[in-house]
Nanobody, 125 residues
Framework: QVQLVESGGGLVQPGDTLRLSCVVRGGFGVDFYSIGWFRQAPGKEREPIGCIDSSTGVHYSEAAKNRFSISANIPENTVDLQMINARPEDAGTYYC??????????????????WGEGTVVTVPS
């Protein structure tokens, strides 16, 4: 059974860079899966940030493409998210979600097949 575990959340100051990791445990290596990043602000719906898979590359939502980057670290079996210039409105719970090969077609509609439990990010105003 494949499991996703997010890490790296916590307090981020405005203007700083946020770095999160999603480790893939069990199943195959990270390069087998399609892994997406998502976030949910308090009181709002979950929204997609982007997705990476080995066959189609990296995809970003329109709102995310200027400040976010997603990369795979194959030796560590992680998919990492970096966000520059943190803002208070970036606060929330950040999730990774996974699917099988070429599964990034699902990410914009939040249709991934398995999910991590999330990591909380706080950005003070």
């Amino acid at each position: 059974q494949v499991q996703l575990v997010e890490s790296g959340g916590g307090l981020v100051q405005p203007g700083d860079t946020l770095r999160l990791s999603c480790v893939v445990r069990g199943g195959f290596g990270v390069d087998f899966y399609s892994i997406g990043w998502f976030r949910q602000a308090p009181g709002k719906e979950r929204e997609p940030i982007g997705c990476i898979d080995s066959s189609t590359g990296v995809h970003y939502s329109e709102a995310a493409k200027n400040r976010f980057s997603i990369s795979a670290n194959i030796p560590e079996n992680t998919v990492d998210l970096q966000m520059i210039n943190a803002r208070p409105e970036d606060a929330g719970t950040y999730y990774c979600g996974g699917a099988g090969p070429a599964g990034c077609i699902k990410y914009e509609k939040l249709g991934m097949d398995f999910w991590g439990e999330g990591t909380v990010v706080t950005v003070p105003s």
